[in-house]
């Protein structure tokens, strides 16, 4: 079951860089699919607890999220009522006796109640977001004492590939310039432990969900490698060159090398970090 989409606190702007298109929520959802085992792997909430899902999107991890725990009240927010119309006909088809609450809203301006969560679930949205600080902090707000909070994020800093390729890398450099220049950070996974100390949480653990993939890995090369990150990049390839960052040639060689990663004989490395952590009874 789930319950009817309420727009509360939704604005007309949004942060999301990459966009609404078809083809970006069919490459959401490659990388949800092909990365759940490496991302969900050890998160798991009890029958009955109240989840929050901060910035859901077209609901991919909602749907993983879901099926790790099966009974649990999930709330989902997100900014844009597209997306969510989006998430919530994938998590009907995919999880159907689920319980949500879907919720337009902004995570930067949650307008939910005081420690009214057992846990909250962060999925690729800090990075995003011109103050990710704010974000944890308003976040703390809504988690009951006691609560945990997971947040998980990538770091474009951590793409290494061969055949290694300077175009490739001055790909990779510009879209980080861009997601930059949009009020993200493309390499936040390596703050992630001092924002969430920052935020008033303790027991702060982050760890590194390291994805490698090589012709032995062909689901990895096809739902990572290709359609998750390279199609990544591809897109931005018109901003790109709008803004003088690179040429459209230039960027065009670069998105081919990425293409020779996924072929035989080529490998690709990309590390997210997942971090944990719980609010404490008072913020020290």
């Given at each position: 079951m789930d319950t009817t989409i309420s727009a509360t606190g939704g604005p007309a702007a949004s942060p999301y860089v990459h966009g609404y298109s078809v083809d970006e929520a069919r490459r959401l959802g490659d990388q949800a699919d092909s990365l759940a085992a490496?991302?969900?792997?050890?998160?798991?909430?009890?029958?009955?607890?109240?989840?929050?899902?901060?910035?859901?999107?077209?609901?991919?991890?909602?749907?993983?999220?879901?099926?790790?725990?099966?009974?649990?009240?999930l709330t989902a927010v997100d900014i844009d009522a597209r997306s969510l119309a989006r998430a919530r006909a994938r998590v009907a088809a995919a999880v159907p006796d689920a319980e949500v609450e879907w919720r337009r809203a902004d995570v930067r301006r949650l307008p939910l109640d005081e420690r009214s969560f057992d846990h909250v679930f962060v999925c690729f949205v800090l990075e995003h977001v011109p103050d990710p600080a704010a974000v944890l902090d308003g976040l703390r707000r809504v988690l009951r004492p006691g609560g945990t909070i997971t947040v998980i994020e990538g770091d474009h800093g951590s793409a290494f590939f061969h055949p290694d390729s300077a175009a490739a890398?001055?790909?990779?450099?510009?879209?980080?310039?861009?997601?930059?220049?949009?009020?993200?950070?493309?390499?936040?996974?390596?703050?992630?432990?001092?924002?969430?100390?920052?935020?008033?949480?303790?027991?702060?653990?982050?760890?590194?969900?390291?994805?490698?993939?090589?012709?032995?890995?062909?689901?990895?090369?096809?739902?990572?490698?290709?359609?998750?990150?390279?199609?990544?990049?591809?897109?931005?390839?018109?901003?790109?060159?709008?803004?003088?960052?690179?040429?459209?040639?230039?960027?065009?060689?670069?998105?081919?090398?990425?293409?020779?990663?996924?072929?035989?004989?080529?490998?690709?490395?990309?590390?997210?970090?997942?971090g944990t952590a719980v609010k404490p009874a008072a913020r020290p």
């Open positions: 490496l991302l969900h792997a050890g998160t798991s909430y009890p029958p009955g607890s109240r989840v929050l899902e901060a910035g859901c999107g077209v609901g991919a991890q909602t749907a993983h999220l879901l099926r790790g725990s099966p009974g649990i009240r890398r001055a790909v990779i450099r510009a879209q980080t310039r861009l997601q930059a220049a949009a009020g993200g950070d493309a390499l936040i996974g390596r703050r992630l432990r001092p924002l969430l100390t920052a935020a008033g949480f303790a027991g702060v653990r982050v760890e590194p969900r390291t994805v490698y993939a090589d012709a032995s890995r062909p689901d990895l090369v096809e739902g990572f490698t290709r359609r998750t990150f390279t199609a990544l990049m591809a897109a931005a390839g018109a901003d790109a060159a709008a803004a003088g960052l690179m040429d459209r040639a230039e960027w065009d060689r670069g998105i081919a090398d990425l293409h020779r990663t996924a072929g035989e004989g080529g490998t690709f490395h990309y590390a997210f970090m997942k």
